[in-house]
């Protein structure tokens, strides 16, 4: 995929830092729309307050009755690492705050599908529950929670997805994205929302001397931040601050050893160490690992791996989810080489490809279409649709977007312009997910590529490396590299610090089949000799007979044999002649 590099405009008389302030940092910040160095402040008082959220009260006196009756309450989770880690918290926390009999349900995606349906509804019957809680779904239930409450259960419905024009009949609705919630931040995760509102319960247990009456200890929220951080990342929401506040105190416990021992189970397995964890760490290794369990088999897999307090049970479990993603990655491998055929096919016959892709292959794994998508759409820079079979005549797509396209709108486009097209959809601005019957394919393919249209212009169609500029000759260091390390979490909406700039190409070689390793020089300061690398290059072209490149890169520190080295980790490489 070609790509043009894009500086950030930053102008550093803006900013209202101090002047011990390095400039490297102030010019990073300045680029993502931070103005002080209150956005480096991760204590957990700078989180918002609950009492904010529409619906937290009326949740919580639900609870409160709840955890003072000893009703049973049943958690019916999604099948991903958001959906996972919402539903551990939900058992751990409610258990720890004195609740009855507290148990969880997700619904099989190859079986029932996704949300609370009104067939879920029916196998959650069979748990005799009082109250029933949706965790990172049900904003769009509108069916599954008439029939819950139908069937006489209490229904509190926690989400964070974007509603649509008519909300469920639920006891509680807790969503920050719901109309009227004045929550200040609409990127909390499933399992952020979660985690307020029972933080807010805990507060009205304590004001009401619950745990004094019962003879237990008030738990400390905190505690459940190792999951709180790892469905955050794991989910691509935005990294707010209010998120990151609660990313960089959930990794922090988890580094210190102060995580569930499923977690410690998942980077073992995958070699990572506990205390240099990260969140690139989570978003690659961690929550594909759990999302393995939901996207091949059952969630429930990945869940049991989060409660368990036994570390062999952890550890075996983790060796599963470990085995799985494995699996996952083999079967990706196969769909994206039919992907590629069909699309070499499709720009044989039109000369070029449409502004949007909409895959389907009868063979494809319904888990999998999702990565598959995300794949084509990292290669081609263009909205992306995979769909697999599904039931009754239906087929399953998992949709990806590009800056610039709020695929969840284009959606509500297609389906306000052709009602009859789309059986059901759902989901955020870069992700949604939608059904429909399979012989609409075709005309949805062309009321998809309408709307894209429609949205976009065609600029937008190339791809866009976002930069940070140019690093002067001392800013190629150890120190600069821990600086900006230090001021993580880096993730979504939030980037890594990422810089440009033209370099003499002194080695070259191939590593690992299809990685580039590199030494190079700043074309300024030819004598300072860097190591760089780049992953997952075109070996048809790399190694080439040139030497001179433009890298956009990230600056790392690497450890090797107990060796500390500073490392260039090269997202774009490009050829000067």
């Known amino acids: 995929m070609s790509a043009i590099i894009r500086r950030r405009p930053v102008d550093l008389s803006t900013g209202r830092f101090s002047s011990s302030t390095p400039k490297i940092l102030q010019r990073v910040l300045l680029g993502r729309g931070v103005t002080s160095e209150e956005a480096l402040d991760h204590q957990l008082a700078r989180l918002h307050n609950p009492a904010a959220m529409r619906g937290v009260e009326t949740a919580v006196a639900l609870l409160v009755e709840a955890v003072q009756k000893q009703q049973k309450i049943l958690i019916v989770g999604d099948f991903d690492a958001d959906g996972a880690t919402s539903s551990t918290l939900a058992v751990l926390a409610l258990g720890a705050l ?15 599908g996704y949300g609370l349906t009104p067939e879920i509804v029916e196998v959650a019957c069979e748990y005799e529950p009082d109250l029933l809680i949706t965790v990172d779904n049900g904003i769009s239930s509108i069916d599954g929670v008439a029939a819950a409450r139908a069937a006489g259960l209490k229904v509190i419905v926690t989400d964070h997805h974007l509603p649509g024009s008519e909300l469920p009949e639920a006891d509680a609705i807790v969503n920050p994205n719901q109309p009227g919630c004045a929550f200040p931040s609409k990127n909390l995760a499933g399992v952020g929302v979660i985690f307020y509102l029972l933080s807010r319960l805990r ?17 400390n929220m905190a505690d459940y931040l190792d999951l709180v951080a790892l ?10 601050q209010n998120n990151r506040v609660l990313v960089h105190q959930g990794i922090a416990r988890i580094r210190a050893g102060r995580c ?29 690992r759990i999302n393995a369990a939901g996207r091949l088999d059952d969630i429930g897999t990945g869940i049991r791996c989060l409660l368990t307090e036994d570390a062999e ?35 044989l016959g039109s000369g070029e490809l449409p502004w949007s892709l909409c895959l389907y292959d009868a063979a494809w794994h319904q888990g999998v279409v999702g990565i598959l998508a995300s794949r084509i759409k990292e290669k081609f820079h263009r909205p992306v649709i995979a769909f697999a079979d599904g039931d009754n005549n239906l087929i399953k797509g998992s949709a990806r977007s590009i800056a610039g396209l709020h695929i969840r709108d284009a959606l509500s486009d297609v389906a306000a312009a052709h009602p009859n097209l789309i059986s059901k959809y759902g989901g955020h601005a870069m992700a949604a997910g939608l059904s429909l019957p399979a012989e609409n394919l075709a005309a949805f393919t062309r009321a998809f590529e309408e709307a894209v249209r429609n949205r976009l212009s065609e600029s937008q ?24 390390r230090d001021c993580a979490p880096w993730g979504q909406a939030f980037p890594e610090p990422q810089f440009d700039g033209e370099f003499l190409l002194l080695q070259q070689r ?13 074309a300024a300061e030819p004598q300072r000799a860097l190591d760089a690398i780049a992953f997952n290059i075109d070996t048809d072209f790399w190694p080439a007979q ?15 044999r107990g060796r500390q080295s500073l490392q260039l980790m090269v997202s774009h490489l490009e050829a000067l002649r």
Do not use: C, Y
């Open 260 to 288: 569930r021992p499923g977690i410690h189970a998942l980077m073992e397995v995958a070699g990572r160490e506990r205390a240099r964890l990260s969140t690139t760490d989570i978003g690659f290794i961690l929550g594909p």
């Open 546 to 560: 040139v030497d001179r490149v433009r890298l956009a890169f990230k600056l790392d520190i690497n450890e090797f």
């Open 203 to 219: 507060t009205a247990l304590q004001q009401q001397g619950w745990f004094e009456a019962s003879g237990i200890s008030a738990p």
């Open 313 to 347: 049970e952890a550890r075996e479990l983790a060796s599963e989810l470990d085995g799985l993603n494995r699996d996952r990655k083999a079967i990706e491998a196969g769909m994206q080489r039919e992907a590629m055929a069909a699309l070499d096919r499709l720009q």
């Open 461 to 484: 169609l190339q791809a866009v490396i976002d930069s940070d500029g140019e690093l002067a000759p001392t800013e190629f260091s150890m120190e600069t590299a821990a600086l900006l």
């Open 98 to 112: 004195g609740a009855g009999p507290v148990d969880f349900l997700v619904p099989n995606r190859f079986e029932f």
């Open 510 to 522: 191939i590593v690992g089949e299809k990685h580039l390793k590199m030494v190079v020089a700043p």
């Open 231 to 240: 469905g955050t990342v794991a989910d691509l929401v935005p990294l707010d």
